[in-house]
Structure formats: C-alpha cells, structure tokens
C-alpha cells in the first residue's frame, strides 16, 4: 500500500495564506466592511429614517408654557381646637411640600374645568377633536367607531397633564406652569389656577375657623350642662345630709363646736355653784359664820334682820343695865330677839336650797348638754364620708366652672380672630403669567439634529444587525479566523453556472470566464499542496451540507486538471446521492460500488469524459452499508491502485452532516476541499462539519467559497483578485 494513507507532517500545506487558530469572535473591521460594502442600503435607509423624522418634526404641534408664581406664608387665622393662642409657625420644607402635593393632586382641577370650560375645548375633550383622513376613512368602512364623549375624569387627566408644579431652589416660591397648544390660553390657564388656589385657601381657612368654633360652641353648652348638673349635685347632697355650709364650716361641725364650748363654760358655772353651797353649809355648820358669804350679803332680806337683830342686841344691854332679866320689858326684847333669829335662820336655809336649786340645775344642763354633744358626736362620725363625697363633687363643680370659663374665653378670642382674618390666606401670586412670545416645544433645531442622528444611528444599527446576524461566511479573513482553515477560493455566482452541470460545462464552454478562472485558482491550490514534502494526489471534495455545489466543483475541478494536460480520475463516492453523472452528462453504469464488491473490474466499470481526457468512476448501484464500503480495505487498495495510474484521482464525497461516509473519505485522501455556500450556510455548521472530519482524520482541509455575489464580495474583501 502507497503513503497515500500516510499520515501527514507537521509540514503539510494547503491554500495560499498563513492561518490563525479558529475564534468564533465577530471582527468589526468586518463588520465595518459589510457595513461599507451595502452603503446604498445604509443611504436609502437613512433618507428613510431622516424623512420620518423630518415629518415627525412637521407634525408636532407647538406648545406654550406659561408659569404664575406664588409664595406661601406661615399659616394664619386658623383656630385649633385643642390649643392655646401659639406664634404661628414658619413655613418650613415640610410645609411647602404639602402645599406642592394639594396643587398637584387635581383637587382644584374641576372648579378649572368649570371656570374656563375646558371640556368645551377639543385641546382637552378629545371627542371633539377633528378626525384625520385615515380616521375618516377607518369610520367610514366601520373598521373605527366614532369617538364617544368622555367623562370629566378623562377631562381632568388631559388637564393635569399640561400642569407642572415646581418649586423654585430653596425659596417658598412656588411655579405653576401650564403647558397649551395656544398663547394665551397657557397664561390664562397658569393666573386662573393660581387665583382658585389662593380662593380655596381662604374658604378652607374660613371652613376650618367655623368649625373650631362650632365645635368650641358646642363643647360650651355641653360645659355649662355639666356645671349645672354638678352644682345642682352639690346642693342636693348637702340638702339630703344636713351639710349646710357655714363661713367656714359645715352647721354640724359649727354646732358641735359652739356645744362643747357651751359644755365647758356649764361646767366652769357649776364647779362655782357647788363651792358655794359647799362653804355655805361648811359655814352655817360652824354657827355665826354665815354673814360673811356672797349670797347673806346680798340679801337686804337678812342684813335688815341683821341690822334689827344688832339693834335688839343694843337695846337688850341697854336694858340689862337698868331692868332684871325677868322684866317684862327684857322678856319682850329677848323674845323679839329670838323670832329675830329664827326668821335669819330660815332666811339662811332658803339661801342654801337655792344654792342647791342652782347646782342641781347645773348638773342637769351640763348632763343635758353632754348628750347632745354625744350625739353630735356620733353625727359627726357618719358625716366624715359624707363630707369626703361632698368635696369630691365640690371639686369636680369647680372643674366643670373652670373649663367652662377657659372656653368662653378661647371662643370669645376665636370669634375675634375668626372675624378679623375672614378674607386672609396664607399665599399671596408673587407674579402674573404673561403671554409666551414663542413656543416652548418643539426645539426645531434640536429636533432636526435628533432626527440626523437617530436617522444615522438607526440606518448604522439595521445594517449591522443584518451583518452581524448573518449567518454565512462572506470573506476569505472571515473563513481563516472562524474556522482555523486555509481558504482556497471563490466560485462566481453566473447564471450559465448555478447548477451542477452546467458548472462542470462552463469551463470547456468557456475557458476564460470567470468560473473557469475561479477554478483554475482552486486548480493551484491543488497543486501547489504537499504532504510529506511530496504533491498530493487524492483530493476529496466534500460539503457541510447539501445543496452547496460540490457535485459541480468536483467535475469542473476535474475537467480543467484534465484539460491541463493531467491524468485524472473523478470519483463518485457519494454513493447515496449521486449526481455525478448527471453532471457530466454521463449514462448511469457501473461504478464503484460493483467494483468494490468484486462485481465488476475496473476496466470496464470506468468511463470517458466526451468533453476531456477525464476519467470517470461512477458510484454504482446502492449499496447496504455505504459506510463500511468506503472504510474497507479494498477502497484503500483501490486507491493505491488509482495513484499509480493516474496523476490526480478526485472524489466527490457525500455532505458531511448528510451521510457518515466523509469522514471515512478524509482519512483515505490527501487533502479535503469543503464547499462552502457563500453568505448562506450557517457557521456554526461549517464549524461542526470541520470538527467531525478532525475527529476522522488530521488530514488538511480547504475551504472554497461557492455562489459568490461578486460586487458584494469586492466591497468585502480586502482582495479582489479571487474574482
């Protein structure tokens, strides 16, 4: 067996250019190349792209902006409930942001509406809007209803948003702008909001003052309710316990105080009478000295007695001098003595019964008065609860009267303030909209440059989305650094040579057209190959998938190296598919097939080209196991035996992803050309194809460009002599 089944040496070369490992990246400068090469496409986009712009720019609708200006302030005349008469507060961040959100949430939107009509205008009633051409059309074929009315909601939507609520920097000034299709109606829009703001604020002000005072006037009745009801409390529970207020206290407590000073004073008088008595009976006890107490000489009953009993006495020793005792005259003055004395002592006892009389009355008050003061006493006990429930509703009276009073005077002061701030509000318009002299939007010059450059940005984005995600190889630079893979040419897309044979038919019927030259440049690749320093002599010619013109590289490649003077043999290996007679205008015959099995020699199995000198093996009838026949022995053999008859033997193998053979094939050859569909299939099975044929066999592979559109191929690549 010859060294055709050699493998090769590091030093084996095939194809015209040094070869980088296979990358997948995208290469812009390809990119930008592909970009280049359709730059009429790139024009006619952009002259799209820059005219929708400019009529986008036409059909915009100026509109004007118009800002009224207001300042808040510290809110003043509002009367809190709860609160004392405070400084009113400064209007700080906080604040402002309120009063921002009350002028952005719409609530003042419907009283515009009303005041201005807006919903009478088409500008924010879309139902009156004049419909377009297309519109008309649309409701005439009934493919479009007419617009229905809509509601105020959808009115106060359009309102509020041509409305704008800034604040301008750190200040408490607030910007209303307003945005309209016209002048005028902008700052009429901006004034009235600002004049319906201020409005409100004052009747919400008025509002919110009526009703602190309504409520303060109701909590005030229900005050003085509650006073009376607690007074009315107050006199009834001393009423029902007998707790009748003196100056400082109540009557039982006073009573018992005057009692027991009553009591101590009865005792004071009684102790008196009794040490009276007591010396009184002590004296008439001891005879004689009776006459000194008090009560004998007090009584002018007993000193006149005395007096005569003393005058007796003097006129007894008068007469005692001159008569005898038994003088009548003695006897009569003795007796008068005697009556004298018995009436002084009877005069003394009643001095002493009513001395007794006076102590006995004493002890009776003072037994009396101690009774009473018992019981006051015992009174006094029971009412100490009582008294304890009388302060506590004395005292919550007193509440009651004294909130009643700080009401009065908060509602009097509200009242006042109420009255005096009626017409204040706590932001003042700084500054009137005017008319705007020139609409806000649109910014033709601005407008026109977005429009280039989104015209120039879109027309550069489709052609690079078309370039980026084509999917097929379109340059030799694309070819080497995607698949790692020398590249061999590029075959014209003619229409004399689109299919198969006529391909195979162009280079006799024309020898110096472009296929012929195509072919002649793949021809040279061929030739100049080495393996192990020596030419190769089998080549396979194969594809990734079908339909990407192998059959007709295989028969032209052949015919020309025939025609070059060549001894040249094409082989129809794909034994599935075959198309090489057909190609060649040949009958179909034995072939390869027979001559593999032993069914046919050679000699009479091979065939003459009617155009060439070629060579031609066809495959065959069908075979059971194509794979195995192509990977036997005797196919090595055959071609040992091929390489010795002739100078070049081409075989046209079957598609890589259509049959298992070609990897068999690559390892039987010496070098494989895939052909390539240019600009159409799919990389990734280019790539694929590749990797199964390496897995077979380190033999070299080419890649050849078929169909290729020239012009677009010149604009490309970076060398135009391929074509």
Not at 43 to 61: D, N, R, Y
Not at 107 to 115: G, I, Q
Not at 474 to 482: A, G, I, S
Not at 604 to 622: E, F, T
Request: proline fraction near 4%; glycine fraction near 4%.
């Amino acid at each position: 067996m010859s060294d055709t089944t050699a493998a090769p040496s590091l030093s084996a070369s095939f194809g015209d250019r040094r070869r980088a490992s296979a990358s997948s990246d995208i290469d812009p400068w390809d990119i930008l190349r592909a970009i280049w090469a359709r730059k009429e496409r790139l024009a006619v986009l952009f002259v799209i792209f820059m005219g929708l712009g400019i009529i986008w720019i036409m059909s915009m609708t100026p509109t004007y902006v118009a800002e009224s200006q207001v300042s808040i302030k510290p809110r003043t005349g509002e009367v809190s409930r709860f609160d004392n008469e405070q400084r009113p507060p400064e209007a700080d961040v906080i604040a402002i942001q309120s009063e921002v959100q009350i002028l952005t949430s719409g609530a003042l939107v419907p009283e515009l509406v009303n005041k201005l009509k807006l919903d009478q205008l088409p500008e924010f009633n879309p139902s009156l809007r004049k419909p377009g051409m297309l519109d008309l059309l649309a409701q005439t074929l009934g493919v479009k209803r007419k617009p229905a009315p809509v509601s105020p909601a959808t009115i106060q939507e359009q309102v509020l948003a041509r409305l704008s609520i800034v604040r301008l920097s750190e200040s408490r000034i607030i910007g209303i702008r307003f945005s309209s299709e016209n002048a005028a109606r902008a700052a009429e829009l901006a004034n009235t909001y600002a004049e319906i703001y201020i409005s409100r604020q004052v009747s919400d002000g008025n509002a919110l003052n009526d009703e602190a005072t309504t409520w303060l006037k109701s909590q005030i009745d229900t005050l003085r309710d509650e006073v009376a009801i607690s007074e009315a409390a107050v006199e009834q529970f001393r009423s029902q316990n007998g707790l009748f207020q003196t100056s400082n206290s109540t009557l039982p407590r006073e009573e018992l105080t005057q009692l027991s000073s009553q009591l101590v004073q009865a005792e004071a008088e009684r102790s008196t009478v009794v040490a009276r008595l007591s010396l009184a009976r002590e004296l008439v006890a001891n005879e004689g000295a009776i006459d000194s107490t008090l009560e004998v000489l007090q009584s002018p009953l007993i000193q006149n007695l005395r007096q005569q009993e003393v005058q007796l006495r003097a006129q007894i020793a008068e007469f005692s001098a001159t008569l005898l005792p038994s003088h009548p005259r003695m006897k009569t003055a003795e007796a008068n003595l005697a009556d004298l004395r018995l009436q002084i002592g009877r005069e003394v006892a009643k001095l002493i019964r009513s001395l007794e009389n006076e102590a006995h009355i004493a002890n009776e008050r003072i037994r009396v008065m101690r009774e009473r003061v018992n019981k006051l006493k015992t009174r006094m006990s029971r009412l100490g609860q009582q008294e304890v429930e009388l302060r506590a509703l004395e005292r919550e009276a007193a509440a009651n009267r004294t909130l009643l009073e700080q009401f009065l005077a908060r509602y009097e002061a509200a009242s006042a303030r109420a009255a005096a701030d009626a017409a204040a509000a706590n932001a003042t318009i700084v500054t009137k909209s005017v008319i705007p002299a020139k609409p806000a939007s649109p910014n033709t010059q601005a407008a026109f440059v977005l429009a280039f450059v989104g015209a120039a940005f879109g027309s550069l984005a489709i052609v690079f989305l078309i370039e980026a995600l084509a999917p097929g190889f379109r340059t030799p630079e694309q070819v080497e650094r995607q698949t790692g893979m020398p590249f061999l040419g590029t075959l014209p897309d003619t229409i004399g040579a689109r299919s198969a044979a006529g391909l195979a038919a162009a280079v006799v019927r024309a020898p110096y057209g472009a296929v012929a030259e195509a072919m002649r440049r793949l021809q040279s690749n061929v030739l100049m190959a080495r393996m192990n320093e020596r030419p190769v002599r089998t080549v396979l010619v194969t594809s990734s998938v079908e339909q990407e013109g192998k059959s007709g590289v295989a028969g032209a490649l052949a015919r020309l190296m025939a025609q070059s003077g060549y001894r040249v043999l094409l082989l129809d290996a794909d034994l599935r598919h075959s198309t090489v007679a057909p190609t060649l205008g040949l009958q179909r015959t034995w072939g390869l097939t027979e001559v593999l099995n032993g069914q046919a020699d050679f000699d009479r199995a091979v065939m003459r080209d009617h155009s060439s000198s070629l060579h031609i093996l066809q495959s065959g009838g069908q075979s059971a196991n194509p794979t195995a026949l192509l990977s036997s022995n005797r196919m090595s053999w055959l071609l040992y035996a091929l390489v010795q008859t002739y100078d070049y033997v081409i075989i046209d193998g079957p598609a890589v992803h259509a049959a298992s053979e070609a990897p068999a094939l690559s390892q039987l050859t010496d070098v494989t050309i895939m052909c390539v569909k240019w600009g159409k299939t799919n990389r990734r099975v280019v790539n694929r194809a590749l990797k199964f044929l390496a897995a077979a066999s380190t033999r070299r592979v080419g890649i050849f460009l078929t169909g290729v559109n020239r012009r677009q191929y010149k604009r490309l690549a970076d060398e135009v002599t391929d074509l």
